[in-house]
């Protein structure tokens, strides 16, 4: 198997997981869905440009930050001060990525938007693939 493509069933895996903890925590399935288009913002970037985009993109689009954000959460509940939507916004974060990244919307490069670490996406991916059947 490729590691793309393991990649992308790794990511579904860790979606399916965010989606069990959050109804195991006594939250509906629905707020990651509300949640969803928020780290999407992370995308006015590139209206400075590709290495801005690419920069804010992948900043918001890597798990370090969601998860500090759930250790953040995690500590505070076992500490009896639960902060509750921390917890999951942290999970809807992760959900995000993992959605993205089995959809194969990988970290940017500078190149621009369609060029990811998973390969190609949206009309540069056809354009390559008609290249290919040129040749």
């Known amino acids: 198997m490729k590691p793309v493509t393991t990649q992308r069933i790794e990511s579904a895996a860790v979606a399916v997981l965010a989606v069990?903890?959050?109804?195991?925590?006594?939250?509906?399935?629905?707020?990651?869905l509300a949640l969803f288009l928020?780290?999407?913002?992370?995308?006015?970037g590139y209206l400075r440009g590709p290495h801005l985009g690419a920069a804010c993109y992948n900043l918001?689009?890597?798990?370090?930050?969601?998860?500090?954000?759930?250790?953040?959460?995690?500590?505070a509940a076992a500490a009896g001060e639960p902060i509750d939507w921390l917890?999951?916004?942290?999970?809807a974060w992760v959900f995000h990525i993992?959605?993205?990244?089995?959809?194969?919307?990988?970290?940017?490069?500078?190149?621009?938007?369609?060029?990811?670490?998973l390969g190609l996406i949206g009309q540069a991916r056809r354009a390559h693939r008609v290249t290919i059947r040129e040749r």
Not at 20 to 32: C, E, K, N, P, Q
Not at 60 to 72: C, E, F, I, W
Not at 87 to 91: C, D, E, P, R, S
């Open 20 to 32: 069990v903890v959050t109804i195991a925590a006594g939250y509906a399935w629905w707020w990651l």
């Open 38 to 44: 928020l780290f999407d913002l992370s995308m006015l």
């Open 60 to 75: 918001v689009h890597s798990y370090t930050l969601p998860a500090l954000l759930g250790a953040v959460a995690v500590a």
């Open 87 to 91: 917890g999951i916004l942290a999970v």
């Open 98 to 117: 993992a959605l993205d990244r089995a959809l194969g919307y990988g970290l940017k490069t500078t190149e621009g938007f369609e060029h990811t670490h």
